[in-house]
């Protein structure tokens, strides 16, 4: 079965910090990523995807993501983060042939001014 | 245009009770997915439902079940509630049936169960 492993559960940072959030994901075929964020009070929103092609992914607000699919990774990044990248961060995975987009557990992200 | 809404926004119940969530797609879409949140597990994903079918669902008992109307708003019914059950129920609609398409979420129901 898929399963998507975000592993920092609580990342804080200061303003001009670079970023890096991890996701690791099961599973043996073609994927389909995303990068889900939750800014506080607001819906879940689409960051970014990646389905095909430069595994280099560039997203809203200076976000980028890259696929090593060696790694099965997708891990999210941003050179230097604003207090208003504080939010919850989470991965998803959907399984090309299949119905299902499973989300990590998500990372909540604090970014001190 | 507006986008997906939930109701209730907050629901209190106890053990054993039953409870019926609502969700309104944004106008045009046909898929309504339901997911659950509860602390520490993420989002995990309950059902999919498309043009008024069920095309699948996760790894949740049968006490969780819902339908989708012809207008694409959708119902979660949750019966013999039991306190794990509490948790942020989020909906989210997409234009078409595939999953690869962008969710857009509604802000969710917030449900207690004491």
């Known amino acids: 079965a898929q399963s998507v492993s975000q592993h920092n559960h609580h990342v804080i940072l200061s303003e001009a910090a670079s970023l890096e959030l991890g996701c690791n994901y099961s599973y043996g075929g073609t994927v389909n990523l995303f990068w889900y964020v939750q800014y506080p009070g607001q819906h879940l929103q689409l960051l970014l995807k990646?389905?095909?092609?430069?595994?280099l992914v560039k997203g809203i607000k200076g976000f980028e993501a890259e696929f090593i699919k060696s790694k099965f990774s997708f891990n999210l990044r941003k050179p230097s983060v604003q207090w208003s990248d504080t939010a919850e961060y989470f991965c998803a995975v959907n399984a090309k042939g299949t119905d299902k987009l499973i989300f990590g557990t998500g990372t909540r992200l604090q970014v001190f001014p | 245009e507006a986008g997906v809404t939930q109701s209730p926004t907050h629901l209190i119940k106890t053990r054993g009770q039953q409870v019926t969530l609502r969700c309104s797609p944004i106008?045009?879409?046909?898929?309504v997915y339901w997911y659950q949140q509860a602390l520490g597990l993420g989002l995990q994903f309950l059902l999919w439902y498309d043009e008024g079918e069920e095309r699948n669902r996760g790894n949740f008992p049968p006490r969780f079940s819902g339908r989708q109307f012809p207008n694409y708003s959708s119902e979660l019914n949750v019966n013999a509630l039991e306190l794990e059950d509490s948790a942020l129920y989020l909906c989210?609609?997409?234009?078409?049936?595939?999953?690869?398409?962008?969710?857009?979420f509604g802000s969710g129901t917030q449900l207690s169960v004491l």
């Open positions: 989210a609609s997409s234009w078409t049936t595939g999953v690869g398409e962008k969710l857009f």
């Open positions: 106008s045009g879409h046909t898929s």
């Open positions: 990646y389905f095909s092609g430069d595994p």
